[in-house]
């Protein structure tokens, strides 16, 4: 089988495959093509060599089913492929004895995420492409790096802006305070959603937990005006930031002792440590000073299954122990404004450069919509900005709902006659969940699923005996 080289963009090939097989007739058509993904999200944006095996089928009237496997392309794998047979059982064979997936593109992909250390914790990037890792795509123990996947069939797997996928991460903070606590930070584009998932009983052993989220309005009052109010909140943070960088370079010096990189997080146990030895005054006076700073912002209580919507310039950071499933636009901008520990990707904080845009007052999210479609379902727009939003789904014992309702209810939420069929981000939270339809899997809460346009019928299914919980993700615009 020849390597074709793309002369367009390889989806323009697949399109140009699709058709010409309708054309010719055939039921079924493989093929070898060999394309380039820009690395955009490395440094300097090297660009990498790839072989897509492709294999189409048409068997009845509805869309042609595609599956693919991604090679790294180099001249002996070309030669390789020259002796093989164009057919599907041959294709996906190669892809096996070379360690790569095969992919369904009609069927629910199941992403494999990559999981990121933070000072705070962790977080597990599902969609996630960017030069500290990116998440794949996986079928029966092999993986296929998301971004080739994309490079491959943007417009199906993607929408028009491939590179806009929407971030769907989880993150995970330690229980401990000050150690687990993120970031107070906020963002001038990107918008966040949090769907509250767990709480550390260490941390909140009453189930109520908390997200910093805003200023707090009794010191706002105190200060009278909002000018008054934001000097006197920089000059607190600024007094705070003094003292955290003196700990910071001594803190540093033990990471050099110990051989250690000065931008890596470190064990919350060797933190403890480590600032036991310092200086008795120098830790009073960073919990005085901290506590003065932290008197500015105010916290918002929540639990488990609360939502947190994070528009652009709201302050936000959770606080430790307060587990969450995130959806955010894929955008990684951000201004520190403060943080209990050292900034391991910045050497400055942003606050005097960001505060003056910065809304004192949040506008209150409007309470989120819901319906019952059918006995045994329930659906919740819980998230709704203006390039996605989020339904919560709970399915009764031995509910499903099918694609097609899947689509109704994106249109109800986005309040337009019908949808197209677009890329769809599914999570399981909780209960025994499935897919039935083309290959069937089991949907276990924590994995995530990617849903191409060209997904065909199918449906999720509570197999359980209790109430399951899934969220779905879609563009919007």
């Not at 919509?369 to 390039?387: H, M, Q, R, T, Y």
């Amino acid at each position: 089988m020849k390597v074709t080289d793309s002369y367009a963009e390889p989806e323009q090939i697949l399109d140009e495959q699709i058709a010409g097989m309708a054309t010719a007739g055939q039921a079924e058509r493989c093929f070898a093509l060999r394309f380039t993904c820009d690395q955009y999200y490395l440094p300097e944006a090297p660009a990498q060599p790839l072989v897509a095996l492709v294999a189409l089928s048409q068997h009845d009237a509805s869309a042609p089913r595609i599956e693919a496997a991604i090679l790294p392309y180099h001249t002996e794998l070309a030669h390789e492929l020259e002796q093989l047979v164009g057919q599907r059982a041959s294709l996906r064979a190669f892809a096996a004895a070379h360690r790569a997936a095969w992919i369904d593109l009609a069927a629910p992909m199941t992403l494999a995420p990559v999981q990121v250390r933070k000072p705070w914790g962790k977080e597990i990037w599902h969609t996630g492409v960017e030069a500290r890792g990116q998440a794949s795509v996986s079928a029966e123990g092999l993986e296929i790096p998301l971004p080739w996947l994309l490079s491959l069939a943007p417009r199906r797997l993607a929408g028009s802006r491939p590179r806009d996928l929407i971030l769907l991460k989880e993150l995970h903070p330690h229980p401990q305070p000050v150690f687990g606590d993120l970031y107070f930070e906020v963002h001038r584009r990107k918008r966040e959603a949090y769907i509250v998932t767990h709480l550390d009983a260490r941390a909140w052993p009453d189930g109520v937990g908390g997200v910093r989220y805003g200023f707090n309005a009794e010191q706002q009052a105190r200060y009278g005006d909002e000018r008054a109010f934001k000097r006197a909140y920089l000059q607190a943070v600024q007094a705070y930031e003094s003292v955290r960088r003196e700990i910071d370079v001594k803190l540093d010096q033990r990471r050099h002792q110990a051989g250690l990189s000065a931008t890596e997080p470190l064990p919350v146990e060797t933190l403890l440590d480590w600032q036991g030895h310092l200086p008795d005054e120098l830790r009073a006076t960073e919990r005085r000073l901290r506590a003065a700073m932290e008197r500015f912002i105010a916290v918002r209580p929540v639990r488990v299954g609360d939502v947190v919507t994070v528009p652009p310039l709201t302050p936000h950071g959770l606080l430790h122990g307060v587990g969450v499933v995130e959806f955010q636009t894929a955008d990684y901008e951000r201004q520190i404004l403060s943080f209990s520990q050292k900034v391991l990707t910045q050497s400055q904080w942003d606050t005097a450069e960001v505060l003056d845009e910065i809304p004192l007052t949040i506008a209150k999210p409007g309470c989120a919509d819901s319906w019952s479609p059918a006995l045994g379902i329930s659906v919740e727009c819980a998230v709704k900005f203006p390039d996605f939003l989020v339904l919560r789904v709970v399915l009764a014992s031995g509910a499903s709902l099918a694609w097609e309702q899947v689509l109704a209810q994106m249109s109800r939420a986005q309040q337009v006659s019908e949808i197209e069929p677009r890329y769809m981000l599914l999570m399981g939270l909780q209960g025994d969940l499935q897919w039935q339809g083309p290959r069937a899997s089991s949907l276990s809460p924590g994995k995530a699923r990617l849903f191409a346009s060209c997904c065909v019928n199918g449906r999720v299914y509570n197999a359980g005996a209790a109430d399951a919980t899934l969220l779905l993700a879609a563009p919007r615009g």
